[in-house]
């Protein structure tokens, strides 16, 4: 059975890089797509991008200058970096399993603030 | 880009009511449609994929519909369980996005 975690620091200052990974166990990335998702405190949830596990990207327009999503199929893992990070980016991300069948996996999510 | 429009924001409701959330997309999304539930502090969990097919596992009483630009969840018969918030989700090619959420609470 496929799970994700997520990882990455907790606590990023204005203006600099909010870097997280999410590990894939119990599966192959192979032939899927993998998202990532956030939800800043008290709000809905907002798609940031996914990547297809050849490392083929999309992203949201209202962050697509500000996002890279990566892939190490070596180590089952897939990253988010968002770049000149303000108050505004502080959420609960995730990241999740895309397919024709929706975002059927999740991992818990991991809260990220960004305050000086 | 295609934008969600999901309704209502709140609904309150009692054990045993018919439950119905409607999202409408912006133009025609075929039916990539898929719809989530979040309890609080939770990941969201898939109830529902191309706009009407159960996920394995998720009770009967759940049933998606519709195709093109509208679409609804229902909830036959809400449950205790049922209580939290519902998101549809557009995945069409090379984008997705959700719509606003809808909070299911008691009357």
């Known amino acids: 059975q496929v799970q994700l975690q997520e990882s990455g620091p907790g606590l990023v200052k204005p203006s600099e890089t909010l870097s997280l990974t999410c590990t894939v166990s119990?599966?192959?990335?192979?032939?899927?797509?993998w998202s990532w998702i956030r939800q800043p405190p008290g709000k809905g949830l907002e798609w940031i991008g996914y990547l297809y596990y050849t490392d083929s990207t999309n992203y949201n327009p209202s962050l697509k200058n500000r996002v890279t999503i990566s892939v190490d199929s070596s180590k089952n893992q897939f990253s988010l970096k968002v770049n000149s990070v303000t108050a505004a980016d502080t959420a609960v991300y995730y990241c999740?399993?895309?397919?024709?069948?929706?975002?059927?996996?999740w991992g818990q999510g991991t809260t990220v603030t960004v305050s000086s | 880009d295609i934008q969600m429009t999901q309704s209502p924001s709140t609904l309150s409701a009692s054990v045993g009511d018919r439950v119905t959330i409607t999202c409408r997309a912006s133009e025609s999304i075929g039916n990539w449609m898929a719809w989530y539930q979040q309890k609080r502090g939770k990941a969201p969990k898939l109830l529902i994929y191309r706009a009407s097919t159960l996920e394995t596992g998720v009770p009967s009483r759940f049933s998606g519909s519709g195709s093109g630009t509208e679409f609804t969840l229902t909830i036959s018969s809400l449950q205790p369980d049922d209580f939290g918030t519902y998101y549809c989700?557009?995945?069409?090619?090379?984008?997705?996005?959700f719509g606003q959420g809808t909070k299911v609470d008691v009357k």
């Open positions: 999740a399993r895309d397919s024709d069948y929706g975002l059927d996996v």
């Open positions: 119990g599966g192959s990335m192979r032939s899927y797509y």
């Open positions: 989700q557009r995945y069409t090619s090379f984008s997705r996005s």
